[in-house]
């Protein structure tokens, strides 16, 4: 699986670019590592190509613009082309890796091809095949590839995303993943809502915005023409897909009131009570190496969290009386304990695992996950000693760590598992449930997100970050599980305050 890098090859002067760093960027964290002075040369060599034309011109979306993006004409101009098609590839944060690249049809197909050429990332086409006398050529995905592959879309624009939409729905039909997208010019006009509603994240070289400034700053549209875009955009700034566009429909978050409801796990329906009395959808991974460590730790942010995930098996002094002083603090701080224990055996071993050895998990632990590579015998098993306890269970469907297999099929089998035995199975571990093609039936399952910090990126062994905005509003989680963001801070209980407002301001803002 591919990690984005940073290629800032270029046709402009080499001092225009400085290599990857936290220079200031132009207008969103994900851009490339490019600044302002670099951008505008580059929409200014756009426009010396006539990348930008003014007139009147119906769009694919059906409506009547001034302004028409004829990006086909990079094809003539071969260093531009290289260059924007290796900005495209730096748009996309270390925490999305792909495998595969997916040009829609046609004009972005050059800028897929270039980019896969630039880092041997091998590439998919969508091609209209005949299919017989009579009938229609009908589109099909060409290359070699399989399920459960990422795929990176490659775009030259975006208005509706209904072309980015048309591309991804028949590839995750095939089994592909498909979570992010690459476009030169966002039109400001929907698009990268309508592809968040689909499960989509766009990622944006410029806005039509930011190239009508620089346009008018260097005389070459008049201040009145941009004017006059400037009103088509705010008149325009919600273009509906056209219809018989295969979207994939927007459904509303529910409450979490009114989930609790819904839920047959009490476990479950416990912590969606936890978060609505506590406003807080924020979980502490508390992976520190001593009781008094973490115990200390839970005091300080128990105020804050609806979740303590602990590795107790990484504790150096565990003893039997531990469990009962966790408990005593979680009962204080009103919070649920979750031993991320990730159980991966046989029923019968799993299930003496849960209940017995030095640690009995059982005794103190509200939650536990597991891995289904073992088959749904590992869900009876822990359901076995969990259930009458009144516990419950978290499937691993998704993993937050570069190159992890979890994903495709195995997320398929963790939501069948988890219907199945509704009564333990109280949600999962998810990395972008927005994207899945196998969702669950009922909103009553909860979805907990790990790898995530304030600022995206990722560590030396491989952990994802995203942030907590992404995690809710983009990828479709409810439980952001932050670590070395709020236990390596100076002051964790103040970290863990800062998190559970963004968190939550980010739930409050998913539910409109």
């Not at 329906?269 to 200390?296: G, H, I, P």
Request: proline share 6%; hydrophobic share 45%; with cysteine.
């Amino acid at each position: 699986m591919v990690r984005p890098q940073c290629h800032c090859t270029l046709l402009l002067s080499c001092s225009s670019l400085p290599a990857c760093s936290s220079s200031s960027l132009l207008h969103h964290p994900s851009h490339p590592s490019m600044d302002a002075a670099a951008m505008e040369s580059l929409i200014l060599e756009l426009h010396a190509v006539e990348a930008y034309k003014f007139g009147t011109f119906v769009l694919k979306s059906g409506i009547t613009s001034p302004i028409y993006l004829d990006l086909r004409v990079l094809v003539s101009h071969p260093r531009l082309l290289s260059a924007v098609a290796n900005l495209l590839g730096s748009l996309v944060p270390a925490t999305s890796p792909y495998d595969l690249l997916c040009g829609v049809p046609y004009t972005a197909l050059p800028f897929a091809s270039v980019l896969s050429v630039a880092r041997s990332v091998p590439m998919i086409l969508r091609r209209y095949h005949e299919t017989g006398a009579g009938t229609a050529p009908a589109m099909r995905t060409q290359g070699s590839f399989r399920a459960g592959d990422t795929v990176l879309i490659v775009e030259d624009l975006v208005t509706s995303g209904a072309s980015v939409i048309e591309t991804v729905a028949p590839l995750r039909a095939e089994g592909l993943l498909v979570a992010d997208a690459v476009v030169v010019v966002d039109r400001e006009q929907g698009g990268r809502e309508n592809l968040a509603a689909n499960g989509v994240t766009l990622h944006s070289l410029m806005t039509l915005t930011e190239v009508l400034a620089v346009l008018v700053r260097h005389g070459k549209v008049t201040e009145e023409k941009a004017a006059e875009v400037k009103r088509f955009l705010d008149a325009n700034r919600t273009v509906a897909v056209p219809p018989g566009t295969p979207v994939k429909p927007k459904v509303a978050r529910m409450p979490l009131a009114e989930r609790a409801r819904l839920a047959v796990n009490p476990m479950g329906r416990r912590l969606f009570e936890v978060m609505e009395a506590k406003q807080s959808n924020l979980c502490v991974a508390a992976d520190v190496q001593t009781r008094k460590e973490l115990l200390e730790l839970a005091k300080k942010v128990g105020p804050e969290i609806c979740m303590l995930k602990t590795h107790v098996n990484i504790l150096s002094d565990f003893t039997p009386d531990f469990g009962g002083k966790l408990r005593s603090v979680a009962e204080e701080h009103n919070f649920l304990i979750f031993e991320d224990r990730k159980f991966a055996d046989i029923g019968n071993t799993v299930t003496m695992q849960y209940e017995g050895g030095i640690f009995r998990i059982s005794d103190w632990a509200d939650i536990v996950n597991a891995h289904v590579v073992p088959g749904p015998g590992i869900v009876d098993g822990i359901k076995l000693k969990g259930l009458p306890k009144g516990r419950g269970l978290l499937l691993l469907a998704e993993m937050s760590s570069a190159g992890n297999l979890a994903q495709g099929d195995y997320t398929a089998a963790a939501v069948k598992f988890a219907e199945q035995h509704s009564d333990f199975v109280m949600g999962f571990i998810s990395v972008n449930p927005a994207s899945w093609l196998a969702t669950p039936s009922s909103p009553a399952f909860i979805h907990a997100t790990p790898g995530v910090q304030t600022v995206a990126g990722g560590d030396a062994l491989g952990q994802q970050y995203n942030t907590p905005c992404s995690v809710i509003n983009e990828r479709g989680s409810d439980i952001i599980i932050v670590g070395r963001g709020i236990i390596k801070a100076s002051n964790p209980a103040e970290a863990a305050r800062e998190y559970r407002i963004k968190g939550w301001q980010a739930y409050q803002t998913s539910l409109s």
